[in-house]
């Protein structure tokens, strides 16, 4: 029985961190490309365009009719996707896929730093990293971006069965997965190193934080969303973003980068820079004020 390496996509928006994701696996570790089958798990929304570009750069494409989605019927969410519970809920049917041994799922804003084989040699229903500092301290244990799993029939009926129940934390896949499954199997950090967590502990960050990792996950600021939109990449374009870039345009053919992309990577390498010259100012404006 194969394993699985399996990414998420409700739709279009994230297909560039998906794309960047899979070049990174080529170039990082390649070890693993005979061991797994590469999915792209894609809701409803993801184009037949961005369908076709993903298949066309080595994801198989499992699509999902609106139908077959996962929803909870509460109203006590705090995500951001407390209206559009599926687009969350969904991802958990990864839980199903009872054909593959093993699955390692990573979100869709993450890139492969160094070989990741060795996940395949874990061990436990389920695994991931201990998530580090969350938001909501409700919400302490596992982080969902980084899953390495063995997927049976028992305890996917658990996990539908638990769709409407409360967990402290907001209500959200994480959170529920948390609630149900403490005991998890705690990996190295390496194995999903915070994006949003680094920088909270360092106004410059750190290059070798991102290249000593095996995962690095953008789960604050997004590379390739313009920095003035929800998400968008407000930080210092250091070694974490010219990363994914390389990767992203590594993917495409120039045609598809230049038409799609380019704009993006040159607006933010410039304004993201400005941006976050200005937070300096100020916070050190406010040093010497208050010193005076």
């Avoid at 959170?175 to 915070?194: A, I, Q």
Wanted: hydrophobic letters at 45%.
């Amino acid at each position: 029985m194969k394993s699985a390496l399996i990414t998420y996509l409700c739709n279009d928006l994230f297909a560039p961190g998906a794309l960047a994701l899979l070049e990174s696996i080529k170039e990082n570790s390649p070890d693993i490309l005979d061991e797994v089958e590469i999915l792209c798990f894609c809701l409803e929304d993801v184009t037949r365009k961005m369908q076709d570009i993903l298949i066309k750069s080595g994801f198989q494409v499992l699509k999902i009719s609106k139908k077959d989605y996962l929803y909870s019927s509460r109203k006590d969410f705090t995500d951001r996707y407390k209206n559009i519970s599926w687009m969350m809920f969904t991802k958990l049917k990864i839980f199903s896929f009872f054909s593959y041994r093993k699955i390692i799922y990573l979100d869709a804003d993450v890139v492969v730093n160094k070989s990741i084989k060795e996940l395949l040699l874990k061990k436990s229903f389920l695994a991931a990293i201990l998530d580090e500092n969350p938001l909501n301290k409700k919400n302490i244990g596992l982080n969902g971006g980084v899953l390495v799993l063995e997927p049976n029939e028992f305890q996917w009926e658990r996990i539908k069965s638990n769709l409407n129940n409360f967990f402290p934390g907001g209500h959200t896949d994480q959170s529920l997965l948390n609630g149900m499954f403490p005991d998890f199997l705690r990996l190295d950090k390496k194995y999903n190193v915070l994006d949003k967590a680094r920088r909270r502990k360092h106004l410059f960050p750190f290059d070798k934080m991102f290249l000593d990792s095996h995962i690095y996950h953008f789960n604050g600021q997004k590379p390739w969303i313009l920095f003035y939109k929800n998400n968008g990449w407000k930080n210092i374009t250091d070694i974490s973003y010219l990363k994914f870039w390389k990767y992203l345009f590594k993917s495409l053919n120039i045609k598809l980068f230049i038409k799609y992309h380019l704009t993006t990577f040159l607006i933010n390498l410039f304004f993201s820079n400005i941006i976050f010259l200005l937070i300096i100012l100020k916070r050190y404006l406010k040093k010497i004020i208050n010193f005076f």
